[in-house]
Nanobody, 122 residues
Framework: VQLQASGGGLVQAGGSLRLSCAAS????????MGWFRQAPGKEREFVAT??????????ADSAKGRFTISRDNAKNTAYLYLQMNSLKPEDTAVYYC??????????????WGQGTQVTVSS
């Protein structure tokens, strides 16, 4: 079982990044998935989630209008994306890909990726 996140990096405020997550090892095409983040000295927080059917999404208030979550379900691997636009310094955090049953933010997520660092400079 593996959730491999990538796409993080250093970007200036106002810029964009696209995070990717490849989930393999289980039938992740039928798992709900999402993104969380954790900034230094802060608690981990929900960013966005998407149902496996693609018929439901949740966004944190801080992400609405700037971030878009999407996914592709391949035969053996599920791919999750987070397009982040108009980035702000407060978006700086380690971003984690998650998978579980249920896409509400407070779902007990069963699987967590290793995280990818996003740093937004002012």
């Amino acid at each position: 079982v593996q959730l491999q996140a990538s796409g993080g990096g250093l970007v200036q405020a106002g810029g964009s990044l696209r995070l990717s997550c490849a989930a393999s090892g289980r039938t992740f095409s039928s798992y709900d998935m999402g993104w969380f983040r954790q900034a230094p000295g802060k608690e981990r927080e929900f960013v966005a989630t998407r149902s496996w059917r693609g018929d439901g999404t949740y966004y944190a208030d801080s992400a609405k209008g700037r971030f878009t979550i999407s996914r592709d379900n391949a035969k053996n691997t599920a791919y999750l994306y987070l397009q982040m636009n108009s980035l702000k310094p407060e978006d700086t955090a380690v971003y984690y890909c998650v998978a579980g049953r249920g896409y509400a933010p407070k779902t007990a997520w069963s699987y967590w990726g290793q995280g990818t660092q996003v740093t937004v400079s002012s």
